[in-house]
């Protein structure tokens, strides 16, 4: 980290993260993470990227979870001005299925929906920080 040096860093978690661990535990794991980020290696600005929800028939309980980290995130990541809580736009109402069958993966047209959403949340923290997008 200190040799790269980055100036903005986005985390993207994976919704294996809350399989095993309540979301309080990944949220506040995530929160020092972030600070230490800031803190330790000098990161201007941390973007964190909200878990994606599951489509399979049981998933009722893990998108419950997803629910709950959501919400704790956005508190806690709202109070670090060099932080935010990034959510992807266009999972929840999207008329097309954007899963795989079996309801975790996405198809070509998830990860260009994920992509696009990525890209506009680095151009986002780009325009926060002030530095090139170069």
Excluded at 1 to 13: C, G, N, S, Y
Excluded at 52 to 69: F, H, I, Q
Excluded at 92 to 105: A, F, M, S
Aim: overall charge neutral; aromatic content about 10%; some cysteine.
């Amino acid at each position: 980290m200190r040799q790269i040096a980055p100036t903005i860093i986005i985390l993207e978690l994976s919704s294996n993260d809350l399989v095993k661990v309540v979301p309080e535990i990944v949220g506040s794991e995530l929160e020092k993470l972030v600070q230490d980020l800031h803190d330790v290696y000098s990161v201007k600005f941390v973007v964190v990227g909200q878990v994606l929800r599951r489509r399979t028939r049981d998933s009722e309980e893990y998108n419950c979870e997803v629910g709950k980290l959501h919400q704790y995130l956005k508190v806690l990541l709202e109070q670090l001005p060099f932080c935010y809580y990034w959510q992807h736009r266009g999972f929840w109402n999207c008329k097309q299925d954007l899963y795989l069958p079996d309801g975790v993966h996405l198809i070509n047209l998830g990860y260009y929906k994920f992509m696009h959403s990525i890209r506009v949340a680095v151009l986002n923290a780009v325009k926060l920080v002030g530095v090139s997008a170069d």
